[in-house]
């Protein structure tokens, strides 16, 4: 009876992390989850794809067969993308959004082929954030100096500063947050879906698929990437 | 006291807890919603920029739903992760 009236549906209604095995590090239990197998997975996926398309640019023709020109559109796109949004600061850029844009991406419409989403895991979705936070504050300590950075932060008033810095951290959290629970909330739409209405959930619930795993996981991939590259462009600034 | 304070009363506590956090699903709603008005008139007055208005209302409308996401992952707390028992 321990169990909510949500999970009384049926021991189908399955979206948690689980684990697979565990191991002993200094006295600490350190368990390996299915995100851990999911992102493996993904990644796998992903080199795979990357030693192809290096394959096929090395032996690049001058009439570009199919899978060269998939590849050449896919990063025609993502430099395009960078470089409107960036301006002249985007071709640093474009190896590290790309690679953001194509893991997320991928995460999100893992769901498609039955893994659980490696972004429905805070494990995954918070480390991306970080990342953001770094490149955001190293873009800011290089290109502002230190003392255009305590000028930001003392913005209009010194007295200000400690409101700035709760938004300073803010910015990791959320957008790590938003990427998390965009994924999380069509994770457990479908997990209830499948499991309370497991009689009749025949052929249809491939539309709310394409809406959860599809629509929702592209968009959020593109916001994350979007605010990264505002913020970055933020930081360093117009000099 | 301690009679009323078990396990279950804190479930049903929670239940209705989470219940009230995801009304939260309001505000982004009606946000979201003057965001796509807006943008459709924009569409409407410059029919040339329909792809530039369409990417800035979408990265809008996912800023604005993020309050309505910690309301979200608020209920999921109370009712999956149960921090209070």
């Given at each position: 009876m321990g169990q909510g009236i949500l999970l009384?549906?049926?021991?189908?209604?399955d979206f948690m992390i689980h684990g697979v095995f565990s191991y002993e590090v200094f006295g600490q239990t350190v368990w390996i989850t299915t995100s851990h197998v999911c992102v493996l997975l993904v990644m796998l996926v992903i080199i795979g794809f990357g030693i192809a398309a290096n394959r096929a640019i090395k032996h690049?023709?001058?009439?570009?067969?199919t899978f060269q020109n998939i590849i050449e559109l896919i990063v025609e796109k993502l430099d395009g993308m960078v470089d409107t949004t960036m301006?002249?600061?985007g071709a640093n850029f474009r190896n590290y959004i790309g690679t953001i844009f194509i893991f997320i991406l991928f995460s999100n419409i893992s769901?498609?082929?039955?893994?659980?989403?490696?972004?429905?895991d805070y494990g995954v979705t918070l480390p991306l954030g970080v990342m953001t936070f770094t490149l955001i504050h190293f873009n800011k300590f290089k290109h502002q100096k230190v003392s255009g950075v305590l000028k930001g932060l003392c913005d209009?008033?010194?007295?200000w500063a400690p409101i700035n810095i709760i938004g300073d951290i803010a910015v990791p959290i959320s957008l790590s947050l938003r990427l998390f629970a965009n994924v999380l909330s069509g994770t457990v739409m479908m997990a209830l879906i499948y499991g309370l209405l497991s009689k009749i959930a025949i052929i249809w619930p491939a539309a709310l698929h394409v809406y959860f795993d599809l629509f929702s996981g592209a968009i959020q991939t593109y916001v994350f990437c979007m605010l990264t590259m505002t913020y970055v462009s933020d930081a360093i600034g117009d000099n | 006291m301690n009679e009323i304070f078990n396990t279950n009363f804190i479930l049903g506590c929670s239940a209705i807890g989470a219940g009230l956090a995801v009304i939260a699903g309001i505000g982004p709603g009606v946000g979201q919603g003057i965001a796509a008005g807006f943008a459709a008139s924009a569409v409407g007055r410059n029919p040339g920029a329909k792809s530039d208005i369409t990417s800035t209302m979408l990265l809008g409308q996912a800023v604005a739903e993020t309050t309505g996401l910690y309301g979200l992952l608020i209920a999921m707390l109370l009712l999956f992760v149960k921090p209070l028992i």
């Open positions: 009384s549906g049926g021991a189908d209604i690049a023709t001058e009439v570009p067969g301006g002249k600061n769901g498609l082929l039955g893994l659980r989403p490696p972004t429905a209009p008033w010194p007295i | -």
